[in-house]
């Protein structure tokens, strides 16, 4: 489409140019204006392809695509599993109802971007969403063994990447969302700490990945809602019970930093 809208517009400049010179006293970028097609040059056009332009943020269908984390973040989900908690404050359903969003939480619990992608298609793009709020990480880091995660850094960056390209050729917008901080000391009650003593421990290892979605963020124009960084500013004892999920501070967490970040974004502000 924009190889195509590129053309086009190069094609009326220079009709119009060719124009001018035979004796039509105008300027093309004039011509051009004044016949509805920007004199914008290829520069210009590429850079508008490359940092795509959010539709909306109020009354959108979105699409919560991730793990367990993206899972409970709603009642309706947590009540599948005879969790949920009437006192809690859900990040999905708090950020649904501010933005009047069409939901569909399709967070499936131990889900790496692997298996993200193997459903793909069926639980996202068939959907055919407006927004795609992408939330993995944390059991892409886990360590089966010693040194060998369950998925590569080197893969979690192709699949991400691979994510956004499919999402985007549908006319939807990706957000990725990075995944919270963990308690080691609950943490370690689950996964051997062994495993992780090559890479510096376990949120050490987890924030390289979260690193790589950072920075392809930055390299795809994608913006980050970072949970990540808002974690340092709370207590890590009070953000969870088991030493990843977010229990109701925690879920206060999510909210702040991914509903800040679509007000940054529906107030027009510079990402």
Request: aromatic share 8%.
């Amino acid at each position: 489409m924009i190889v195509m809208k590129f053309l086009l517009k190069a094609w009326c400049i220079l009709s119009l140019a060719f124009l001018m010179m035979m004796g039509g006293g105008v300027s093309a970028e004039q011509a051009a204006n004044e016949n509805g097609v920007s004199a914008e040059t290829p520069a210009e056009i590429a850079a508008e392809g490359s940092n795509p332009v959010m539709k909306r943020i109020e009354n959108a269908k979105v699409v919560a695509f991730g793990d367990s984390i993206t899972r409970l973040g709603s009642f309706k989900e947590s009540e599948k599993e005879k969790t949920p908690s009437p006192k809690k404050t859900y990040w999905l359903d708090t950020l649904a109802k501010k933005y009047s969003w069409n939901l569909v939480n399709s967070g499936v619990n131990g889900s790496t971007t692997t298996h993200g992608l193997k459903r793909l298609q069926k639980d996202v793009l068939d959907h055919k969403p407006d927004i795609v709020l992408i939330g993995f990480g944390m059991n892409d880091h886990v360590m089966r063994k010693k040194n060998e995660p369950a998925v590569k850094l080197e893969q979690f960056e192709t699949n991400l990447t691979t994510m956004v390209e499919k999402i985007r050729a549908i006319g939807a917008e990706p957000i990725f969302i990075t995944t919270n901080y963990i308690d080691e000391e609950k943490y370690y009650k689950r996964h051997d700490p062994a495993f992780y003593e090559d890479v510096e421990g376990a949120q050490a290892w987890l924030d390289q990945y979260i690193g790589v979605m950072r920075k392809l963020g930055e390299e795809l124009k994608v913006g980050v809602a970072d949970v990540r960084a808002e974690c340092d500013n709370f207590d890590l004892s009070k953000f969870t019970t088991d030493g990843v999920h977010p229990n109701n501070a925690g879920q206060s967490v999510y909210i702040k930093a991914v509903g800040d970040f679509l007000e940054t974004l529906r107030s027009g502000e510079p990402q």
